[in-house]
């Protein structure tokens, strides 16, 4: 087991495993840590809505300019708010 097995690992590999970027053994320890910690699981559950909800298309309500310079900078995503 590695230092990924605990919620300190976890929030430290959140991005990595939503993206699918983890190698399937970490993918394996980490959804064990999260079998077994109701909040882990309510973290990940709760990045990974929010990240849908950010990409449904809302054209008859577009993200205002400043909320989406707030978030993308939030979130260290800076890089992206031009593409």
Same mark, same amino acid.
């Given at each position: $087991?590695?230092?990924?097995?605990?919620?300190?690992?976890?929030?430290? &590999?959140?991005?990595?495993?939503?993206?699918?970027?983890?190698?399937?053994?970490?993918?394996?320890?980490?959804?064990?840590? $999260? &079998?077994?910690?109701?909040?882990?699981?309510i973290?990940?559950?709760?990045?990974?809505?929010?990240i849908?909800?950010?990409?449904?298309?809302?054209?008859?309500?577009?993200?205002?300019?400043?909320?989406?310079?707030?978030?993308?900078?939030?979130?260290?995503?800076?890089?992206? $708010?031009?593409?």
């Open positions: $087991m590695t230092d990924i097995c605990n919620c300190k690992g976890l929030v430290s &590999s959140i991005s990595e495993y939503i993206d699918g970027e983890l190698p399937p053994e970490l993918c394996a320890e980490l959804e064990k840590h $999260m &079998s077994e910690c109701e909040n882990c699981t973290v990940v559950n709760t990045l990974r809505k929010t849908d909800l950010y990409k449904q298309p809302t054209p008859d309500n577009p993200l205002p300019d400043e909320i989406k310079s707030r978030l993308y900078a939030r979130l260290h995503l800076e890089d992206y $708010m031009n593409k």
